[in-house]
C-alpha cells in the first residue's frame, strides 16, 4: 500500500556531503513515520535515523552530530543530509515508512548504495 524510492547516493571522499531523498506513494494513504537504515556487507541493518509525522527524530550512536533527517509532508518525502562522512558509513541506504490508516506495518524501498573512500 506504499511504495518507497531512494536517490542520492554515490561516491564520495571522506569529509564529504550528500543528500538522500525518498519519495513514498501511498495509493490515497498517509505517511505517519519515516526512516533511513542502512546495511553494509556482512553487517545487519541498522538505525540510521527515524522521524515521526511530527518532525520528532531519533538518531542511530554512530551519525549522531553528523547526519540530520528532514520531512516534507506536501511532497510525502524524507531527506537525509549526511555531513563529515567517513569510509564506515558505506552501505546500502534503505527508507522505510508506514501509514496512519495501518500504523505499525513498515515498508521499504529498494535502497541506494553510498560509497565513502579514503
Known amino acids: 500500500q506504499v511504495q518507497l524510492v531512494e536517490s542520492g547516493g554515490g561516491l564520495v571522499q571522506a569529509g564529504g556531503s550528500l543528500r538522500l531523498s525518498c519519495a513514498a506513494s501511498?495509493?490515497?494513504?498517509?505517511?505517519?513515520?519515516m526512516g533511513w537504515y542502512r546495511q553494509a556487507p556482512g553487517k545487519q541493518r541498522d538505525l540510521v535515523a527515524f522521524i515521526t509525522s511530527g518532525g520528532s527524530s531519533t538518531y542511530g550512536d554512530s551519525v549522531k552530530g553528523r547526519f540530520t533527517i528532514s520531512r516534507d509532508n506536501a511532497k510525502n518525502t524524507v531527506y537525509l543530509q549526511m555531513n563529515s562522512l567517513k569510509p564506515e558509513d558505506t552501505a546500502v541506504y534503505y527508507c522505510?515508512?508506514?501509514?496512519?490508516?495501518?500504523?505499525?506495518?513498515?515498508?521499504w524501498g529498494q535502497g541506494t548504495q553510498v560509497t565513502v573512500s579514503s
Open positions: 522505510n515508512a508506514d501509514l496512519i490508516e495501518f500504523r505499525g506495518i513498515f515498508y
Open positions: 501511498t495509493s490515497g494513504f498517509s505517511i505517519n513515520a
